[in-house]
T-cell receptor
Framework: EDQVTQSPEALRLQEGESSSLNCSYT??????LFWYRQDPGKGPEFLFT???AGEEKEKERLKATLTKKESFLHITAPKPEDSATYLC???????????FGTGTRLTIIP | GAVVSQHPSRVICKSGTSVKIECRSL??????MFWYRQFPKKSLMLMAT?????????EQGVEKDKFLINHASLTLSTLTVTSAHPEDSSFYIC???????????FGPGTRLLVL
């Protein structure tokens, strides 16, 4: 069974304090790893898709990386508007379904 | 691109009534749409997968007679909660993808409250 574990569960940072969120996965035949951002009371917003180990993608203050066992979402010099829950999900094998982690709730303090 | 809408955003209904939620892909054609349920401070729980023109595939433990899903076109899927009860109160979110194995784009969600 595919498993996705995100850590930490919650993270509080001062504005400008860079950090990383972790997503560890155990799957049979990874086809894609997805990062989403979810604000309270809203649906997840797509951020990145990573397909193979060594791949990196960037968008503004966010950078996602992928290894064979985990993915990191690096946030550089975050701002209060980056506060949200960040969800990681994997798609594996012949399955079209996503398996989600439980998310990291990120709070950026001004 | 890749915008998904849901309607309504919030609905309050009486116990025993049925509620229909619409999910539309606005700027792309979605072969596959997914319906999720999310409890407070929890991650998304997949309820069912629907492919255009086919019957939906439900996850284990999801009652197909209670949660009716229709995917009649490449831009519209509907979820009908039949004979709703207070325990059906939740946040329902749909997602859509161009093909079954491509990136899923999510709608804004529908908050259902059953009194």
């Amino acid at each position: 069974e595919d498993q996705v574990t995100q850590s930490p569960e919650a993270l509080r940072l001062q504005e400008g304090e860079s950090s990383s969120l972790n997503c560890s996965y155990t799957v049979s035949g990874l086809r894609g790893l997805f990062w989403y951002r979810q604000d309270p009371g809203k649906g997840p917003e797509f951020l990145f898709t990573l397909y193979s180990a060594g791949e990196e993608k960037e968008k503004e203050r966010l950078k996602a990386t992928l290894t064979k066992k985990e993915s990191f979402l690096h946030i550089t010099a975050p701002k209060p508007e980056d506060s949200a829950t960040y969800l990681c999900a994997v798609q594996a094998g012949g399955n079209e379904k996503l398996t989600f982690g439980t998310g990291t709730r990120l709070t950026i303090i001004p | 691109g890749a915008v998904v809408s849901q309607h309504p955003s919030r609905v309050i209904c009486k116990s025993g009534t049925s509620v229909k939620i619409e999910c539309r892909s606005l700027d792309f054609q979605a072969t596959t749409m997914f319906w999720y349920r999310q409890f407070p401070k929890k991650s998304l729980m997949l309820m069912a997968t629907s492919n255009e023109g086919s019957k939906a595939t439900y996850e284990q433990g999801v009652e197909k007679d209670k949660f009716l899903i229709n995917h009649a076109s490449l831009t519209l899927s509907t979820l009908t909660v039949t004979s709703a009860h207070p325990e059906d109160s939740s946040f329902y979110i749909c997602s859509a993808s161009r093909t079954p194995k491509e990136t899923q784009y999510f709608g804004p969600g529908t908050r259902l409250l059953v009194l």
